[in-house]
């Protein structure tokens, strides 16, 4: 599916109100990112129809799920798509096999012996089949319940926290197993979460939401990069760049990868040159200079130039900065910025130290 995604929808809870209009890409992560209470949820049952807007648009696909002008609603058993909720809600007496089964009998186009086996090497569950839930860990779990989704062919895969209830292990656990989803699956994929680590290794597009309302929408890293969003003032603000590994540095123990903008030396990567990665940058481990330094224990010094300037009046500067085709965020003290005399459209380096990087 190529067609972007339309959503708008209004609803008013009296103490909490609703009010967006999107469009989404057709392809691709959408993350819908927010602390509690922000609407996130909602949101995704809006899209489900679990929850019935007063005031709605919903078109996916190029077919319209919800036009409340037209009194148009399709229900959610209606709406080709899946839905994997924070807790893997598998049938407890049925094995992980005929959980996969269980929903097939309402789709008139089951997935083929093929398709269904791909959907289960995808997310590595071949060898659970006979297992009851009870037997499986919580990210075992949640990869039978993403399989069960991926087997009712919907045209949208809708994903509330789906790491909530597991603990780090367990997240690192089945993280993989969701970024080999997002790239080889041609489902578009709307993921709710409050945890910026999980921003930086799925997003492709980003949804910011407060109170009900978008802040900020847009591709991943110009949404990270909005220096006048709580996101971008975060003590954990960080840009992501997509690279590859270009070469492995053996005796120091460093990998150097290519991405648009230049070269940079990351700690060493377990991985084949030629591998693609996402790079996450701290701004708090991003420093501005005005001319490259001749002597700097700090391998990685960039050209950049800057783009956007915000003073959070707590002594702190959050500095947008264009690397090569890339943004960057820093964050420097007011009166580092007041010594540098900065300012819109300036040429200077970024130092960016190679440990806090993170792939």
């Not at 319209?64 to 229900?75: A, G, K, R, Y």
């Not at 045209?155 to 997002?182: N, T, W």
């Not at 300036?346 to 806090?356: E, L, Y």
Request: charged fraction near 15%.
């Amino acid at each position: 599916m190529t067609q972007p995604i339309t959503a708008s929808f209004k609803l008013d809870y009296g103490a909490f109100q609703l009010a967006v209009n999107l469009e989404l890409p057709g392809t691709g992560v959408t993350v819908l990112f927010g602390h509690s209470g922000s609407g996130k949820t909602t949101l995704l049952r809006c899209i489900a129809g679990l929850q019935r807007a007063p005031q709605g648009f919903l078109e996916i696909n190029g077919h319209v799920w919800q036009d409340s002008e037209h009194n148009i609603f399709l229900p959610t058993h209606k709406r080709p798509l899946g839905y994997v909720f924070q807790e893997a809600n598998l049938f407890p007496h049925l094995t992980v096999s005929a959980n996969l089964n269980f929903g097939l009998k309402r789709i008139s186009q089951p997935p083929s012996p093929m398709e269904f086996h791909h959907i289960q090497e995808l997310l590595g569950i071949s060898h659970l089949l006979k297992r009851m839930p009870d037997s499986l860990s919580g990210g075992e779990r949640q990869r039978v319940a993403i399989a069960r989704s991926l087997a009712l062919k919907p045209e949208i895969l809708l994903m509330d926290e789906p790491l909530a209830s597991l603990d780090i292990k367990r997240k690192q656990e089945i993280l993989p197993y969701l970024d080999r989803l997002h790239q080889q699956t041609r489902i578009p994929i709307i993921y709710v979460t409050h945890s910026l680590q999980e921003v930086a290794q799925l997003a492709d597009h980003l949804v910011v939401l407060e109170n009900g309302h978008v802040l900020a929408a847009g591709a991943l890293s110009d949404t990270l990069s909005c220096v006048d969003t709580p996101l971008a003032q975060d003590r954990d603000a960080s840009t992501v760049w997509k690279a590859t590994i270009i070469a492995h540095e053996a005796d120091y123990h460093l990998t150097r990868v290519t991405f648009a903008g230049g070269i940079l030396s990351l700690p060493v990567i377990d991985a084949e040159i030629g591998t693609p990665l996402r790079v996450q940058i701290y701004a708090r481990d991003v420093s501005i200079v005005l001319e490259a330094p001749v002597f700097t224990s700090i391998l990685n010094v960039l050209p950049a130039t800057i783009t956007g300037i915000v003073d959070d009046n707590r002594g702190r500067s959050i500095v947008r900065l264009l690397v090569g085709d890339q943004m960057l965020l820093a964050h420097i003290t007011s009166k580092s910025a007041q010594l540098l005399n900065i300012n819109l459209g300036m040429a200077v380096f970024v130092q960016i130290k190679g440990t806090s990087i993170i792939n």
